[in-house]
């Protein structure tokens, strides 16, 4: 089978059916097809844009002018023993975990492209780096489907814990070409002005930002017209062809493709240790719309998406396993919450002038707490 998928030919065939069937599915239901982006775009605009902007500002300030190199004096000696990567890489390591989806890998493209890291360290650092944030996971999966912070934490500690795990694991990883020289972490932190960076920091974010909104719109409308063409009923029983549960098997169709719906139809289910590490799995692996907003940074790069997507797979599996076991030994008998009926129903109520203040102040502390640490390094050095 995958043999035969070597064949160009062929995956150009595949590729000539997909697209004709997705243009008839857009002229048949073209109706389905706006609502779905319509979705999309209030997504967008109400929770996209004012949580991620601002912390792909000042993320990008953090590495034009310097603050991951003296960063990664500092954390040197634990990054480069536990991970094998650069302790700059920290940084986006913790805005990873803070800042969620794909504010990690963009920060590690960042330090590549600043020479902060090699390019196997990078694809390590991808690897484990692009996880989800706490707001989404306690808040919407936590709360929101589930009705339990409770669970909310549990699925947060599981999916921190799983992306060290795989980040452990990604340290045998390109062994043989670890000979070329590590980088020196040397960088000034006035090699550039703070209005230039700023500058280049808001063009480059907000052009990211923008590539991600289109990710979003675009499988928001073909979500829609998958579900009205039944797709994902043949989907459903393709897998329980394969042995996954009927009772599962349209969530996790769903979780594959898109992360939100995905978790949003678990809302109707009882909080049991499956459905919960179901949730897990689902966030680890973040879905193919992540996946394109990621992969779309790499396109200009020579970094290679296959460690970045099986360090995916791995990060949804550890957290599914390590969820079940934690899980089955909890109580976690909460009720059921129905706040996610729809694929995005719950965001798309937050309001723009609510997200962006909050948005804003915790990626200004994020900052400060950067700069306080670097100028602490600085002087602790002698300014050297």
Known sequence: MFRLLHRQALRDSLVTIALLAAIVALVSAPTQAVDGAKNGLDLCCNVIIPSLFPFFVLSSMAVDLGLAAYLGRLLEGIMRPVFRVSGSCAIAVVLGFIGGYPLGAKTALELYR???????????????????????????????????????????????????????????????????????????????????????????????????????????????????????????????????????????????????????????????????????????????????????????????????????????????????????????????SFYLNSQTQILTQLDFRCILPVSLSISLLCWLLLVLLCRYLTRKTGGK
């Open 114 to 336: 600043q020479g902060l890291c090699t390019k196997v360290e990078t694809e390590r650092l991808l690897a484990f780096c692009n996880n989800s944030g706490p707001a989404f996971i306690l808040g919407v999966v936590g709360v929101g489907v589930f009705g339990s912070s409770t669970i909310g934490l549990l699925l947060y500690a599981s999916h921190c814990a799983a992306s060290l795990l795989t980040g452990l694991m990604f340290r045998f990883y390109g062994t043989k070409q670890d000979k070329q020289a590590p980088c020196t972490h040397a960088k000034p932190i006035a090699t550039t002005t703070i209005p230039a960076a700023f500058t280049s920091g808001v063009v480059r974010s907000f052009s990211s930002t923008l590539n991600i909104c289109a990710f979003v719109i675009f499988f928001s409308a073909m979500l829609q017209l998958m579900t009205s063409c039944g797709v994902f009923s043949a989907l459903t029983r393709l897998l329980s062809l394969v042995g996954v549960s009927s009772r599962y098997a349209p969530q996790l169709v769903a979780g594959l493709l898109e992360l939100t719906s995905g978790v949003s139809s678990l809302g109707g289910m009882s909080s049991s240790a499956g459905s919960i590490s179901m949730a897990a799995f689902m966030l680890g692996w973040a879905g193919l719309s992540v996946h394109c907003q990621v992969l779309c940074f790499l396109i200009d790069s020579d970094i290679s998406p296959r460690t970045y997507l099986l360090g995916k797979l791995m990060h949804g599996t550890i957290s599914a396993f390590l969820t079940y076991f934690l899980a089955t030994r909890l109580s976690l008998t909460y009720p059921v």
